[in-house]
C-alpha cells in the first residue's frame, strides 16, 4: 500500500501550520488510508489512486477527486486525527510526555478533547463532500457508483460508497450523500 498523498500536500491541505514537522505525522498516513479513504471509495478507486500517485500518471477525474473532491484535504484531516494523541503526547524512553516547550504550555485532557471532537466533526463533514463529489459524477466513478447509500437518485441507484466507522461518527450521516449545498 501507499500513500497518495507526501509531505508537500500534507502541508497545504491540514489543518496543521506550514513550519510544523510533517515528517513526524507522516507515520499516520496509511492509518488514516485505511481507516478513513479505503472504506469510503472502496479498494479498486483506492487501488487505481494509488498506482497513479505512485506511477505519476493520474487521471484528470481522479485529479479532481483528490483536489476539487476534497479527498486530500478529507485525508489530510484524517491524518491529523489519527496522529492527535502523539502530537499532543510524546514517546520516549521514559514513557509518554506532554508536548511542552519553555514558552508554552500543552493543552490539558479536556481541551484535547474538545480539539479532537472537532477535527472528527471536520473529516465526517469532508467524508459527506467526498461522497457527494462522487456520487455526482457516476460515469467518472463506474468503480465505486452502484449504490449502497440511501440515495435514489446519485449515481442513477447504483453506488458503493460506504460510511465508514459508524461507530465514531459523531452526527447521523445525511439520508442522501447529495444533500450537501
Given at each position: 500500500m501507499?500513500?497518495?498523498?507526501?509531505?508537500?500536500?500534507?502541508?497545504?491541505?491540514?489543518?496543521?501550520?506550514?513550519?510544523?514537522?510533517?515528517?513526524?505525522?507522516?507515520?499516520?498516513?496509511?492509518?488514516?488510508?485505511?481507516?478513513?479513504?479505503?472504506?469510503?471509495?472502496?479498494?479498486?478507486?483506492?487501488?487505481?489512486?494509488?498506482?497513479?500517485?505512485?506511477?505519476?500518471?493520474?487521471?484528470?477525474?481522479?485529479?479532481?477527486?483528490?483536489?476539487?473532491?476534497?479527498?486530500?484535504?478529507?485525508?489530510?484531516?484524517?491524518?491529523?486525527?489519527e496522529?492527535?494523541?502523539?502530537?499532543?503526547?510524546?514517546?520516549?524512553?521514559?514513557?509518554?510526555?506532554?508536548?511542552?516547550?519553555?514558552?508554552?504550555?500543552?493543552?490539558?485532557?479536556?481541551?484535547?478533547?474538545?480539539?479532537?471532537?472537532?477535527?472528527?466533526?471536520?473529516?465526517?463533514?469532508?467524508k459527506?463532500?467526498?461522497?457527494?463529489?462522487?456520487?455526482?459524477?457516476?460515469?467518472?466513478?463506474?468503480?465505486?457508483?452502484?449504490?449502497?447509500?440511501?440515495?435514489?437518485?446519485?449515481?442513477?441507484?447504483?453506488s458503493?460508497?460506504?460510511?465508514?466507522?459508524?461507530?465514531?461518527?459523531?452526527?447521523?450521516p445525511?439520508?442522501?450523500?447529495?444533500?450537501?449545498?
Open positions: 501507499s500513500n497518495i498523498i507526501n509531505k508537500s500536500l500534507l502541508s497545504k491541505y491540514s489543518p496543521l501550520p506550514i513550519n510544523y514537522d510533517f515528517s513526524e505525522i507522516m507515520n499516520y498516513v496509511p492509518v488514516a488510508q485505511a481507516i478513513w479513504v479505503r472504506p469510503l471509495i472502496g479498494d479498486v478507486l483506492m487501488d487505481e489512486l494509488e498506482e497513479q500517485v505512485e506511477n505519476n500518471n493520474i487521471s484528470e477525474a481522479n485529479q479532481a477527486l483528490m483536489t476539487e473532491g476534497m479527498l486530500l484535504q478529507y485525508l489530510s484531516y484524517a491524518v491529523c486525527l496522529g492527535l494523541s502523539f502530537i499532543w503526547s510524546h514517546a520516549s524512553a521514559v514513557g509518554l510526555t506532554l508536548g511542552k516547550s519553555d514558552n508554552s504550555d500543552s493543552l490539558s485532557l479536556k481541551s484535547l478533547t474538545y480539539v479532537e471532537a472537532h477535527l472528527r466533526r471536520q473529516v465526517e463533514f469532508l459527506d463532500f467526498v461522497k457527494k463529489y462522487i456520487c455526482e459524477r457516476p460515469d467518472y466513478f463506474p468503480q465505486v457508483c452502484q449504490c449502497e447509500c440511501e440515495c435514489s437518485g446519485c449515481c442513477g441507484g447504483r458503493k460508497l460506504n460510511s465508514p466507522n459508524p461507530m465514531f461518527q459523531l452526527y447521523s445525511r439520508r442522501r450523500c447529495t444533500d450537501i449545498k
